[in-house]
């Protein structure tokens, strides 16, 4: 169909005007974003958050150590170096002494936790190896929240001395809880050197632990 020059002229320019207007970029204002403070919600996590390392024991109150070489480990032994380590504690203590070290007894090995002024475990840890325990006992006459025991001390020279070292504990029971705790450890102790070799094969238990002393009550 033929148009006249103008209206083909008119018509080109609006179909240009058309697909420049698809094709052109137009640049708009960007919409307006309205931030919302987030509600207070509490997370829930199937992965349990990291810890500090505590320790398992008895929160006892160290009363110190005291030589006990040439001493015979007869009944009641430790019954003069507790007596003497009690005097200086009550001596130096207030009317509340919290507890200052946490014991800790092991198969092979007790470790005495010391503890700072909050009640909690440092890095000072004194070990006591159970094959070098020669007596313990929770039989005291100065007081029955005594646990004691009798520890070989390897001197730098190969020497070596007896020191009885004595805690109080909070009652009675778990005076008597360690004592029985400690029996376990050496048995187990003393079956695992059996094993190695290291103790004569003839040689029981209640052999080698008769020196031990544990009060059921």
């Known amino acids: 169909m033929w148009q006249p020059a103008t209206e083909r002229l008119q018509h080109f320019q609006t179909m240009l005007k058309t697909k420049l207007n698809v094709l052109t970029l137009r640049k708009e204002p960007l919409p307006t974003v309205i931030f919302h403070e987030p509600e207070a919600i509490e997370l829930c996590t199937t992965t349990p958050l990291m810890k500090t390392r505590t320790h398992t024991g008895c929160k006892v109150t160290y009363l110190g150590k005291m030589s006990t070489t040439g001493m015979p480990f007869l009944s009641g ?40 002024l909050k009640g909690e475990a440092t890095v000072h840890m004194d070990t006591f190896q159970v094959a070098r ?85």
Not at 95 to 112: G, T
């Open 77 to 116: 032994c430790t019954e003069k170096p507790v007596i003497e380590l009690w005097k200086q504690h009550t001596l130096a203590r207030e009317d509340i002494y919290p507890a200052n070290a946490l014991l800790e007894i092991r198969p092979f090995q007790v470790w005495l936790h010391h503890l700072d």
């Open 133 to 217: 325990i020669a007596y313990c006992t929770a039989d005291h006459n100065v007081s029955p929240n005594i646990f004691a025991w009798v520890y070989r001390e390897i001197n730098d020279d190969l020497s070596y001395q007896m020191d009885c070292h004595a805690v109080e504990c909070e009652s009675k029971l778990e005076a008597k809880k360690l004592a029985h705790a400690m029996m376990e450890a050496f048995k187990k102790t003393f079956h695992s050197m059996k094993s190695d070799g290291r103790i004569h094969r003839n040689s029981s238990s209640e052999e080698v632990s008769h020196e031990f002393e544990s009060d059921d009550g």
